[in-house]
């Protein structure tokens, strides 16, 4: 599948060409959109100021003569297109009812009487075998299901504890699920043989199957009755079962109902700082000693690895902005995640024609390169343990404990100053993740309450009916006094601040934020557009990120909010920010 830009004079406009195999021009990939020259060569194409529509399809008659089916062909424009058709799909009924009781205990909704019936009625078909394909609920789904239930009549306020109605049905369904369920999702039911009231032995006496799934069950009981587990007990249970592995789309070492009871059940017990650590910091030695780049400073970038959905995601052209000054930026991610599965920097990327396969010691190359000086990792090459968790993510419906300490990693270590940066959206989370950027021994942190719970800053005026907790543009961080390297949380001085940035205090007209609506080129066409000095919201946005993230982290000739917001926006204008995009996506296919 290929989209690419006609070179006809200087409009910006897409069209469908039908070609799937591989051409050897990198320039005409399915991701170049935006570089074609009349001479074979790569430019930037000057887009029009309005929208433009995206056709990246191929028609039908070629389809069928290539003998592929409708069903394998994706999108690239699209951000759920890129889902692994491999990975098989939950149970809609059930996963509506997960998301719903999976959660926190304040966040719970109580399913009725007829909601229950039914989510237990279609578990109950599908571990009888009478569900086929998409419509079977997944040992996941199952796990996660009866773990939210059990630790709801666990330890949950009496308003999120089991409904009238889920009581009821419960009583109707269990006789005949007791006779259905393999012994792992019995134990999640009813661990102690007290909730079902059925004098239930089977939850007191399972122990699982061989001594991963033994130190997993034991880790599960403290889950279930609403507790906590310590540093080494966390570390213990996922070391022990990841990576996944897996035969015809199935799990074959842990049970997956065990797994995904463990991973939500953390999450709706709300994790302690020693289990988030845990989480944060089970795998750094997964490939070895992280490389060290030579630089003077390095910012880590935490995006939420489920992307954006909605609002234009500005945080790739932010790092190319940044490397004009002299601020090396780290971005990582995943291609796709639930549960938003929505527009991520991987995606963009591998759209715009860059290399997404760099090892750990590739992007250091980048990020020390001066034409370039930023680079994108994915977790797929830095974290393949993690990595294989994103199947079974999307059937727990709700984010585990990952989705939090995922974004405060680092994979690259520099020689100079290191900073990190997170999005957050729930309140709660936004001091554990400082704790964690302190527990990595950086320089500084900040925490962004950005649109979608992104790091994007906005431009827009703050709404009358604002959503509960911190408004957006909610900024929370730490500054180190000392120009040592922190080791130890409590080791080194911290000046800590909190403000809610207003663009309007910096000159910043209010507009209201770009749409992308899961459109990876759309999102593309706005940075684009940006760098190349089209002024507007995208530009302003992208400045707007720069300049007081730079400040508040306390970066070099940053002190002043002013100068840095000027020298973000002479890295655009003077059209160096564009060169270091179109370096990198050259670059990145020429190391080895």
Known sequence: MRALLSPESSSLYFTSINIVSRDPNPCRSRTSLYFLKRDGGCRLIRRKPRSTAVKAVLDSETIEELGLKESDMRNPAISSTYRRSMLPKPNQTVLEAQAR?????????????????????????????????????????IGAFFAGMTIRANSFPEETQWSEGERRAMNLFWPLLLRALPLDVI???????????????????????????????????????????????????????????????????????????????????????????????????????????????????????????RFFRSTLFVAAVRSCYGESSLLHGVEWMPPKGGVTEEQMLNFMGANTNLSLHQAKELIEDEEVGFAYISQREARPSLYSLIGLREHIKKRPPLATTEKVQQFIRAKGKESIVAGFYHEGYEEPLLMLMKRRGVHSGLVVKGEEGALSMTTRLRSASTSKGFPVNYCSGFRSLGTETACKEDGVSHQSFRLEVNAMDYGFEPTDTPRTDRSVSKNIELGLAALHGQKGPAYDRIVLNAGIVDHLLGCDGAEDVTIALDRAREAIDSGKALKKLLNYIKVSHKLK
């Open 101 to 141: 009781i999976c959660t926190g205990p304040t966040q719970t909704r109580p399913l009725s009487e007829e909601q229950a019936f039914k989510v237990l009625d279609t578990i109950l078909r599908s571990v009888r075998g009478e569900l086929k394909d998409e419509e079977q609920v997944s040992k996941a789904q």
């Open 187 to 309: 134990f999640i039911a009813d661990p102690e043989g007290s909730i079902m009231g059925l004098g239930n032995s089977v939850g007191p006496q399972f122990i699982g199957n061989g001594t991963t799934e033994m130190r997993l069950v034991g880790a599960l009981r403290e889950i279930l009755a609403g507790g906590h587990l310590g540093y080494e007990e966390v570390q213990g249970v996922l070391k022990d079962v990841l990576p996944l592995k897996f035969e015809d789309g199935k799990s074959t070492g842990v049970s997956e109902s065990l797994l995904s009871a463990f991973l939500i059940g953390q999450r709706m017990n709300r994790e302690t700082d020693r289990e988030l650590k845990a989480y944060c910091l089970a795998f750094d030695d997964e490939l070895g000693p992280a490389p060290v780049a030579d630089v003077s400073s390095l910012t880590h970038y935490g995006e939420p690895y489920d992307g954006n959905t």
